[in-house]
């Protein structure tokens, strides 16, 4: 497999954005953003502005004749993904990775349903405090970026591809040996971090001081360390205190992208958070009262607001 030139990305919004960016900022890639409709338009037209800098985005719309890329990275919003799918066929080849660094459990199998679970390798971002306003993104903390196998007590060489992009694209990164084990660490920092901060309207800082915020978050992640428990993930209570080492970090001033869903009227991603929690539970025989009240407090707020899905 030659070294990754061709590196597409499919949604540009706060973490796609980024992404985005660091490709387009070191010219040896070619980079280019996956969309169609009036995102691609949209795109086309005003770019993207990330950290003050305006980007001029090249953009390919699925149905064009174009060449397979090396690299995709899906950043899309959980909600998005099924019927958004089919869009990567276009860009897809036999020496293509997959990566997704979206939200929730469930993406790399709804990809790899499509395009074989082969081109797939699990990612994670943590720590990356992204704050977006229509084609604006700005953030102070570019975060972690875990990559890899689900076991990678081996390096494969499609991992060691991305790796090596990371590293030209100053990408912080790091592949795990228990790459699930992370994926479900993300997913109990979403639950709780995400969920909380939408209901409250709290920022980072809030959640940094408050015991009352934090404890309102720790009940929803502990609900998530019994499923994981039930699943065979190696997930314990101390993994609670790691997430206060990113949480320290992040810009007091910073909000969630829930809570941005929230105060903007757009859909969030609670049924890919407390709705997933409140299915494993039904399936495991757990029980998940935290996760159920706010699951249904975050779909009365969708209502009230009159939400509406926004790219």
């Given at each position: 497999?030659?070294?990754?030139?061709?590196v597409?990305i499919?949604?540009?919004?706060?973490m796609g954005?980024?992404?985005?960016t660091?490709f387009?900022?070191?010219?040896?890639f070619?980079?280019?953003?996956l969309?169609?409709?009036?995102r691609y338009?949209?795109?086309e037209?005003?770019?993207?502005?990330?950290?003050?800098?305006?980007?001029?985005?090249?953009v390919?719309h699925?149905?064009a004749?174009?060449?397979?890329?090396?690299?995709i990275?899906?950043?899309?919003?959980?909600y998005?993904?099924?019927?958004a799918v089919?869009?990567l066929?276009?860009?897809?080849g036999e020496q293509t990775?997959?990566?997704?660094?979206?939200n929730?459990?469930d993406?790399?199998e709804?990809?790899g349903?499509?395009?074989?679970m082969?081109k797939?390798?699990y990612a994670?971002?943590?720590?990356i405090?992204a704050?977006?306003?229509?084609n604006?993104?700005s953030?102070?903390?570019?975060?972690?970026?875990?990559?890899g196998?689900?076991?990678n007590t081996h390096i494969?060489?499609?991992?060691r591809?991305?790796?090596?992009a990371?590293?030209?694209a100053?990408?912080v990164?790091?592949?795990?040996?228990?790459?699930?084990?992370i994926?479900?660490?993300k997913?109990?920092?979403?639950?709780g971090?995400?969920?909380a901060s939408a209901?409250?309207?709290?920022?980072?800082?809030?959640f940094?001081?408050?015991?009352?915020?934090?404890a309102?978050?720790?009940?929803?992640?502990?609900?998530?360390?019994?499923?994981?428990?039930r699943?065979g993930i190696d997930?314990?209570?101390?993994?609670?205190?790691?997430w206060?080492?990113?949480?320290n970090?992040?810009s007091p001033?910073g909000?969630?992208?829930?809570?941005?869903?929230?105060?903007?009227?757009?859909?969030?991603?609670?049924?890919?958070?407390?709705?997933?929690?409140?299915?494993?539970g039904?399936?495991?025989?757990?029980?998940?009262p935290?996760n159920l009240t706010?699951?249904?407090?975050i779909?009365?707020?969708?209502?009230s607001?009159?939400v509406t899905?926004q790219?």
């Amino acid at each position: 497999m030659h070294p990754i030139h061709r590196v597409v990305i499919f949604g540009a919004g706060a973490m796609g954005a980024y992404f985005v960016t660091q490709f387009l900022n070191v010219p040896e890639f070619s980079t280019a953003v996956l969309a169609r409709g009036e995102r691609y338009a949209r795109l086309e037209r005003d770019g993207l502005i990330v950290n003050g800098r305006h980007y001029a985005v090249p953009v390919i719309h699925p149905d064009a004749d174009t060449k397979p890329a090396d690299l995709i990275i899906v950043a899309l919003k959980n909600y998005h993904l099924p019927e958004a799918v089919p869009d990567l066929k276009s860009v897809v080849g036999e020496q293509t990775t997959i990566i997704s660094v979206m939200n929730g459990l469930d993406s790399e199998e709804i990809i790899g349903a499509v395009y074989g679970m082969d081109k797939l390798l699990y990612a994670v971002s943590v720590g990356i405090d992204a704050q977006r306003d229509g084609n604006r993104i700005s953030y102070t903390k570019p975060g972690k970026h875990y990559v890899g196998n689900a076991d990678n007590t081996h390096i494969d060489e499609r991992v060691r591809r991305v790796q090596a992009a990371f590293e030209r694209a100053d990408i912080v990164y790091e592949t795990p040996v228990d790459m699930l084990r992370i994926l479900w660490w993300k997913f109990m920092v979403n639950v709780g971090m995400n969920q909380a901060s939408a209901v409250t309207h709290a920022t980072y800082g809030i959640f940094q001081t408050s015991p009352e915020s934090q404890a309102l978050m720790e009940g929803l992640m502990h609900e998530v360390i019994v499923l994981a428990e039930r699943a065979g993930i190696d997930l314990k209570e101390k993994d609670i205190a790691d997430w206060y080492t990113f949480l320290n970090t992040l810009s007091p001033q910073g909000k969630t992208s829930m809570l941005q869903d929230i105060e903007a009227g757009r859909k969030t991603e609670v049924e890919a958070f407390g709705g997933k929690v409140v299915a494993l539970g039904e399936q495991y025989g757990v029980p998940t009262p935290v996760n159920l009240t706010m699951l249904r407090t975050i779909r009365v707020l969708e209502q009230s607001f009159s939400v509406t899905i926004q790219p």
